[in-house]
Structure formats: structure tokens, C-alpha cells
């Protein structure tokens, strides 16, 4: 029996519904803050994530050769696409141009529960705001989104100049290395490479930094950093609008595009791949061949959230089965017809069972079934039947919609 490609997974119609209920909540959000939807294509021209994604991602692409001999890689991640896009069909539109997107990205990892090869990100990007205000703001977006998820989470909100500022006379390679060591608190790790760079009074600096919850503590420990004031202006914008995070002066993103503000949430009730969302301030546009535009974003792992999330996501539809005889067949049909008109998941049998039958099978799938033979054709009326009660009345065909959709979803 053929199987679906390791890392993929396949979804029924239980858990399509539950992920499209949180899908739906995350774009009401994001329209309410005038977050606007856009589409890139699910492959691109390999360069563009190998200008500035890092070579975590870089190792982990699907890369394959189209026909014409063009290297191309499926998206590992959306926000490179979005600016290429950005360069190539907006570059002129007002700014700030607010975007999201609902996509799915690729990325050949070793498969575990909440890290698949195939994942849904929910993204949004903020370009052409270069404020305080404007990193807030995607900052207070993340923290709604979440919030309408229902996911109980962490947001960790950090910045990369303390650590760079410290590590300046360090060379890229090596920050790096500090940088990812720092991120996953191996601090064992980090003496290690301190000591072989004759350094190690840096460690104590470092660790106090990442472990500090106060702003004021952590530019002492760092020394001038330019970009105090934005940093300071941020956070008070978030305290002010009692954004709920702490702060996390040691995180370092898996990619390398960004240059100021870095922030993370995290599941509270998921194990090893707790990181939910992920994103903060970038500068790509001028190495695709635009203007050096300022932008802000992240993206929210899906298909973490809705493993969180695990039974208590969405609720199921009211399902009204039409159970009916051959003769009553046609009444059988307006009568969906007026179920479905209002809006209800309305089903009749198509497998020609015995009316019985069709009661039994009802019972199984359905909150309502809606009973229709000869006597019901002659007086006009239905016999609604509440599955779960049991009880059941003879009335007319609006008070079976109007009591079917005043039950709302079933839970
Ligand atoms: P990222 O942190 O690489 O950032 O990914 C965002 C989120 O996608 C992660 O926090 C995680 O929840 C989810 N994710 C990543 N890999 C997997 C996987 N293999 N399986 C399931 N979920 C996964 C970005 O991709 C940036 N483009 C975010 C951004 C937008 N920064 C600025 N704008």
C-alpha cells in the first residue's frame, strides 16, 4: 500500500474543520488590524532563500531542477517570497504596506510531533515602518492572534544589539556560534568557545544578560547601544497597551535576516518544539535589488498551535439528517433545501435505506434528524427529532429550521 511522503500528514474532515475554525480566528484578527492577505508561490528561485536564511534553513530545502535546467527550491519559510514580491509588483505602493498570509512551507526535518517536512505557517509582514510604534504594533498583533487561538502561551521579546554589542570584537563566525549557544542556554557550551577564544570573562556578562528581566539592568551589563531609545519607546508602547511578555535578551532566531527587535512565543503544554511563533525586525528588500525598506513580521507555526490546542479546537457543525420514505422523496428535497438555506449541514440518504435504517444511521452523525413520510407530506409539516433528548414533535417546516439553528453547534 502506497503511504504519504514521510513528514507529510493527511487531514479528515474532523480535523480540517478544527484547524479552519482557528484558521478563520487568526484572519479576523488580522483584518481588524487592516492586515491584508497576499499569495507567493509555493516554489521559488532557489538564490532567494540562500541570500540570507542561514544555514539551518539552507540546509534543510527541497531543491530540485525544473525542466529548463532552473534551480528551485520549495519555500522553506514565506517572508523572503513576500519581499521579492513586495520588490517586484509594490514597490511604489504607500507605505506601511500591511500583509498576511495562510501557507503552507517545506522544510526536510527530522519528523516528530508539532515538526513536520509539510507546515502551515499564519505570517503577517509590516513593510515600510521604520518606529517604535510600528515594531509594537506587530508585536501586540502576535500577542491577539495568539490570544483568539486559545493556545495558553509565553512571549519572550528580545533585541540583537546587547549580545552583538557585547561579542563586537568578536568575528562573525564565532557570534554565531555564541548566539545559538545562548538562544538554547547551553551555557557549557558557551565557556567552552569563550575559553578557546581567551575571553572567558565574557561568560559572566552573557549568562546575566539572558537570564535579565530589566531593561534598565541589561544596557548597563551592555554597554551604549544606538538603538536605545526605539528599545525603550517599544516596550513602554507594549506595557502601555499591557501586552503580556518578559524579556529575553538571548534570543537569536534560526534566521538570518534580522537586525533589531526578535521576539518568540511558546506553548505552554508542548514538549521539545514548544515554539509557536516566531519573528521580529529585517532588512531584505535591498539584497533582492530594492530600496533598503524597514520591515516587521513573524509567522505563527500552525500546526503547533492546533497540537496545543489538541480536542478543545472548533466546534462541530449541528448536522440535520433528513430521514424520509421513497414517496415523501421530493418534499424530502425542499425540505433540505430550506435546512441548507439557513445554513445548516443538512444530509439525506443516498443508499436507499429503509426508513429504519436511515433513523439508526442519523442517530450515529446526526443532532437532528427531520422525519418526513406520507402523513407529514399531506399536513405540510415535519416530525423534528432531537437525537440526543430523544423527544420528538410534528410542527411546521420554519419552527424545525428556526429550533435547529437556534441549538447552535453541538460541541
Ligand atoms: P521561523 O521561526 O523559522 O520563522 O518559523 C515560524 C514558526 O513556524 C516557528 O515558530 C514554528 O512554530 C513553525 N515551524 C517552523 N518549522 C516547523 C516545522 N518543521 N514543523 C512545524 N512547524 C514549524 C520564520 O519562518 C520567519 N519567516 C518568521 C518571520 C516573518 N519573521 C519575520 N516575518
Known amino acids: ?225 544606538p538603538e536605545r531609545e526605539r528599545i525603550e519607546q517599544t516596550m513602554g508602547y507594549l506595557d502601555a497597551a499591557k501586552v503580556k511578555y518578559s524579556l529575553n535578551l538571548g534570543i537569536a532566531r534560526g534566521l538570518d535576516y534580522y537586525t533589531g527587535i526578535v521576539f518568540e512565543g511558546f506553548a505552554d503544554n508542548l514538549g521539545a518544539e514548544n515554539q509557536i511563533l516566531g519573528g521580529g525586525v529585517y532588512r531584505l528588500a535591498h539584497l533582492f535589488g530594492g530600496d533598503d525598506v524597514a520591515s516587521c513580521g513573524f509567522a505563527i507555526g500552525f500546526d503547533r498551535v492546533m497540537v496545543s490546542l489538541g480536542e478543545s479546537a472548533g466546534k462541530k457543525d449541528t448536522v440535520a439528517a433528513i430521514v424520509c420514505t421513497p414517496e415523501a422523496r421530493n418534499r424530502a428535497l425542499d425540505v433540505a433545501k430550506a435546512f441548507r438555506s439557513a445554513g445548516i449541514r443538512t444530509e439525506m440518504d443516498l443508499m436507499g435505506r429503509g426508513f429504519g435504517q436511515q433513523l439508526a444511521h442519523a442517530a450515529k452523525s446526526a443532532a437532528f434528524a427531520v422525519i418526513i413520510g406520507q402523513r407529514e407530506v399531506e399536513s405540510s409539516e415535519v416530525t423534528l427529532k432531537n437525537l440526543q433528548s430523544g423527544e420528538q414533535k410534528t410542527i411546521t417546516l420554519d419552527a424545525a429550521v428556526a429550533e435547529v439553528v437556534a441549538s447552535g453547534s453541538r460541541g
Not at 530545502?61 to 517572508?79: H, Q, S
Not at 551555557?187 to 568557545?193: A, I, K, S
Not at 569563550?194 to 544578560?209: G, Q, R, V
Request: charged content about 30%; hydrophobic content about 40%.
Open 1 to 225: 500500500m502506497l503511504q504519504k511522503p514521510r513528514g507529510t500528514r493527511d487531514f479528515l474532515p474532523d480535523e480540517m474543520e478544527a484547524r479552519r475554525a482557528v484558521e478563520w480566528r487568526l484572519r479576523e484578527v488580522a483584518r481588524r488590524w487592516g492586515y491584508r492577505e497576499v499569495c507567493t508561490p509555493e516554489f521559488e528561485d532557489l538564490e532567494l532563500f540562500t541570500m540570507r536564511s542561514g544555514e539551518g534553513i539552507i540546509g534543510e530545502m527541497y531543491v530540485f531542477e525544473d525542466k529548463g535546467g532552473r534551480k528551485l527550491a520549495l519555500r522553506p519559510e514565506i517572508t523572503a517570497a513576500v519581499i521579492r514580491m513586495y520588490i517586484n509588483e509594490a514597490k511604489v505602493a504607500p507605505k506601511p504596506l500591511r500583509w498576511c498570509y495562510y501557507a503552507d512551507c517545506f522544510r526536510y526535518e527530522r519528523p516528530q510531533k508539532g515538526r513536520y517536512r509539510q507546515f502551515w505557517q499564519f505570517g503577517v509582514e509590516l513593510i515600510g515602518a521604520d518606529s517604535a510604534i510600528a515594531d509594537a504594533e506587530v508585536i501586540m498583533l502576535a500577542s491577539d492572534m495568539l490570544n483568539a487561538t486559545g493556545v495558553r502561551y509565553d512571549l519572550k521579546v528580545g533585541h540583537l544589539s546587547f549580545v552583538k554589542n557585547l561579542l563586537k570584537d568578536v568575528e562573525p563566525e564565532i557570534q554565531r556560534k555564541i548566539r545559538a549557544q545562548l538562544d538554547k542556554k547551553d551555557f557549557e557550551g558557551l565557556n567552552l568557545t569563550l575559553d578557546s577564544m581567551n575571553k572567558p570573562d565574557l561568560a559572566e556578562s552573557l549568562t546575566t544578560l539572558v537570564a535579565c528581566q530589566d531593561l534598565n539592568e541589561a544596557f548597563e551589563i551592555a554597554g551604549a547601544i
